[in-house]
Every structure is written in C-alpha cells, then in structure tokens.
C-alpha cells in the first residue's frame, strides 16, 4: 500500500489534477481520505495531516514531497513509540 506523501500524491493523480495544487482544493474534495502514514500501517485523515503541514499549496510532486515528508515522519515517530513508550504514556499521560 501506498504511504507518505506518494499517498498524497496519488489522490492527486487519481483525481486528474496537475501540479500546482492547492492545499484548500484537497481538504474539499478528499478531506477524510485516510492516508497511510508509514509501513507498519499507521494512517491519518488528510486534513488533520494538512493543518500540521501550514502550506497552501504545492507546486510540484518534489515540492509535496519535501513539505510533506517530515510531517509524515514526525507524525510515525510520534506514533512509534514502542512497548515501553505505551506503558508509560498508559499509566504517566506521558
């Protein structure tokens, strides 16, 4: 399955958009799609992925890559705590 900003970036194609795209044209049309995160199968709603992006728009595939990508990778760190991480978020809220 397709994840990080290539899931992105195939709801662009799959709409037959081209480049620039508006962030305000995805949140109409796909603002629920959830998309992949990473490969262990972690997924987020575009719009909540979009506001932790702050852009309007992306000019290019390059470009929807290099300001998606580390929202896609501090969103799966987040996520990704391990064993450990989840005991302590559990019983400290941490």
Known sequence: MTHGPDAVH???SESGWSYPVSVRRLEREHALANIQLDEEGN???LA???SQADVDR???REDLGSKLGPVFEA???RR????FGRIKRAFLGG
């Open 48 to 50: 909540e992925l979009l």
């Open 10 to 12: 195939e709801l662009v």
């Open 43 to 45: 997924s987020i709603m």
């Open 75 to 77: 969103e799966s760190e």
């Open 80 to 83: 990704n705590v391990g064993f």
């Open 58 to 60: 992306f000019e290019s």
